[in-house]
C-alpha cells in the first residue's frame, strides 16, 4: 500500500510539475501578441508613422506607401483609407452607421465578414459627447451574433474622430474607408480573454442623409 501510495503522489506531482510548465503567464501571452504584431506588420510591410507625423498630414495615411498611424493612448494602429464623404459624427446626437468588415485573427487567422454581401452589413448606433465615442450593435449583426455582445470595442471606435460619414452619391464618393491592427486591450471578449490581436478592414457610412 506504501508503494502505492508513493507511486500514486509522484505520478500527481509530476501531473503538476507539467501543468505549470504548460501554463503561460498574462505577461508571456502578451509577448507573444507584440511578437505576432511585429511580424504581421512586417510581413505586410507596413510602415508606421507617428501621431505626430499623422497630424501633419491632415489625419491622414498614405495609402500608397501603406502607412499606419500608430495611436499612442490605445496601441492601435490605424490606417485610414479614405476619410470619407459626408460630415464628421455629429456631438451630442445618436447616429446609425452602416458597417461592413473583414477580421482576421492575427494569431489563428481566423476570420468573419461582412464584406462581401452587400444585404447583410452591421448596424450600430453610435454617441458622441465631445471627444468621447459609444456604440453598441443591433442584434441582427453578425459582431452581436458572433460574440453575443452589443459592445463595440475602443478599437474599433479608434477612427472616428478622424472620418466623416455619409452616403455616396457620385463615382467621386467614397464612403469611410480604415484598416487596422488592434490589441486584445482595445477588442472585444474573445481579444481580451486570449490575448489576441485582430486585424479589420473597415467601411462605415450613414444609413440616410436626414
Not at 505577461?27 to 499623422?54: L, M, P, W, Y
Not at 441582427?140 to 455616396?168: D, E, H, K, W
Request: overall charge negative.
Amino acid at each position: 500500500m506504501k508503494k502505492l501510495f508513493f507511486a500514486l503522489a509522484a505520478l500527481c506531482c509530476m501531473c503538476a510539475f507539467v501543468a505549470c510548465n504548460d501554463y503561460e503567464t498574462y505577461g508571456e501571452k502578451k509577448e507573444k501578441e507584440r511578437d505576432a504584431i511585429r511580424n504581421f506588420i512586417a510581413d505586410s510591410n507596413i510602415v508606421v508613422i507617428t501621431e505626430s507625423q499623422f497630424h501633419e498630414q491632415g489625419d491622414m495615411t498614405d495609402v500608397s506607401k501603406n502607412e499606419f498611424v500608430y495611436l499612442n493612448n490605445t496601441g492601435v494602429y490605424m490606417q485610414i483609407v479614405h476619410k470619407g464623404c459626408g460630415s464628421p459624427i455629429p456631438d451630442g446626437k445618436a447616429t446609425m452607421l452602416i458597417m461592413r468588415f473583414y477580421e482576421q485573427c492575427i494569431m489563428d487567422n481566423t476570420i468573419i465578414n461582412n464584406d462581401k454581401s452587400p444585404y447583410d452589413p452591421d448596424y450600430i448606433n453610435v454617441s458622441r459627447s465631445g471627444n468621447t465615442f459609444t456604440a453598441s450593435y443591433t442584434q441582427n449583426s453578425l459582431m452581436y451574433q458572433t460574440y453575443s455582445s452589443a459592445s463595440v470595442s475602443t478599437g474599433i471606435m479608434a477612427p472616428f474622430p478622424y472620418i466623416n460619414v455619409g452616403r455616396a452619391r457620385s463615382a467621386d464618393d467614397h464612403i469611410a474607408t480604415v484598416r487596422l491592427i488592434v490589441p486584445h486591450t482595445q477588442g472585444h471578449a474573445i481579444a481580451s480573454s486570449y490575448v489576441y490581436p485582430y486585424y479589420y478592414e473597415i467601411t462605415f457610412q450613414k444609413t440616410s442623409d436626414l
